[in-house]
């Protein structure tokens, strides 16, 4: 049966969402750092995935044996 889906925000429109479980003192890092730049913690988790990905872009990843 498929789920009825809440009305999204325009701002979410087009996006898929991501759970992360941090420990709680990498939390609160994240957390304070979000308050001392003026930013959200969605923006700085976003800004580090942008980081992997070009990191991984430079010199892709093997592929797993399939």
Known sequence: MA???AKLSP???GKKSVTLYLPADKW???KILAAVT???M???MRQGVD???A???E???KRLAE
Request: aromatic share 0%.
């Open 3 to 5: 789920r009825k889906s």
């Open 38 to 40: 003026d930013t959200t």
């Open 59 to 61: 010199k892709p990843p």
């Open 51 to 53: 980081l992997v990905l």
């Open 11 to 13: 701002s979410r429109a």
């Open 28 to 30: 609160r890092e994240l």
């Open 42 to 44: 969605d923006a700085l």
């Open 55 to 57: 990191k991984h872009k």
